[in-house]
C-alpha cells in the first residue's frame, strides 16, 4: 500500500505562540506515523501522549473514555481487521493548548474488501513541554464509526 504523506491543511488557523508551532509538529507527525503502521504509530504514542492521557472514541454505547493503554489496545485491534489510512486535514484550529482538526480516513475491512471513508472531527488538549507538547485528553467522533459496519 502506497500512503500519501499527510503535509496539507486546507483551512487552518495561524499559529501564533510555540506551543501552537509544538501542536502542529505533533499533529503532522502524528498521522504520518500512524499512516506508517501500527507499531510506528505505538511508538509515536510515547511522545505524543501523556503516560496518563485518556481518549474518547466512539463505541457501541455512546462516547467511551479510555486510558492511554486502553486506547492503544483498542487501536491495536482495529489494525489486525482494517487498513486505515489518515488523509490530509480539512480544517486544524489552534489555540493556546487546544486544538480541533477535521481530516479523512480511508478503510478497507481485510476480511471483506469492503472499503469506506469516513469524515472525522478531533478536539484535543494539550500539554506543553520546552521540547514537545503531549496530548492529556482528546475527544474524536466520526460520521462512519468502525463499530456500525464490517
Same mark, same amino acid.
Given at each position: 500500500m502506497v500512503v500519501e504523506? !499527510? $503535509?496539507k491543511v486546507k483551512y487552518e488557523s495561524? !499559529? $501564533?505562540k510555540p506551543i501552537?508551532?509544538?501542536i502542529r509538529t505533533n499533529l503532522f507527525k502524528g498521522f504520518n506515523n500512524w499512516n506508517g503502521g501500527y507499531e510506528g504509530w505505538l511508538e509515536w504514542c510515547n511522545t505524543l501522549y501523556e503516560k496518563d492521557a485518556h481518549y474518547n472514541i466512539q463505541g457501541p454505547n455512546g462516547q467511551t473514555r479510555l486510558t492511554l493503554q486502553q486506547y492503544k489496545d483498542a487501536m491495536g485491534e482495529l489494525?489486525?481487521?482494517f487498513t486505515i489510512e489518515l488523509g490530509q486535514f480539512e480544517n486544524m484550529i489552534i489555540k493556546d493548548?487546544?486544538?480541533?482538526i477535521r481530516y479523512t480516513i480511508k478503510i478497507k475491512n481485510l476480511?471483506?474488501?469492503k472499503e469506506v471513508?469516513?469524515?472525522t472531527m478531533e478536539f484535543v488538549h494539550f500539554k506543553e513541554y520546552p521540547d514537545n507538547a503531549r496530548v492529556i485528553e482528546g475527544w474524536a467522533l466520526s460520521d462512519v464509526p468502525?463499530?456500525?459496519?464490517?
Amino acid at each position: 500500500m502506497v500512503v500519501e504523506k !499527510v $503535509d496539507k491543511v486546507k483551512y487552518e488557523s495561524s !499559529v $501564533d505562540k510555540p506551543i501552537e508551532e509544538k501542536i502542529r509538529t505533533n499533529l503532522f507527525k502524528g498521522f504520518n506515523n500512524w499512516n506508517g503502521g501500527y507499531e510506528g504509530w505505538l511508538e509515536w504514542c510515547n511522545t505524543l501522549y501523556e503516560k496518563d492521557a485518556h481518549y474518547n472514541i466512539q463505541g457501541p454505547n455512546g462516547q467511551t473514555r479510555l486510558t492511554l493503554q486502553q486506547y492503544k489496545d483498542a487501536m491495536g485491534e482495529l489494525f489486525k481487521h482494517f487498513t486505515i489510512e489518515l488523509g490530509q486535514f480539512e480544517n486544524m484550529i489552534i489555540k493556546d493548548d487546544w486544538c480541533a482538526i477535521r481530516y479523512t480516513i480511508k478503510i478497507k475491512n481485510l476480511h471483506t474488501g469492503k472499503e469506506v471513508n469516513q469524515n472525522t472531527m478531533e478536539f484535543v488538549h494539550f500539554k506543553e513541554y520546552p521540547d514537545n507538547a503531549r496530548v492529556i485528553e482528546g475527544w474524536a467522533l466520526s460520521d462512519v464509526p468502525l463499530t456500525q459496519w464490517s
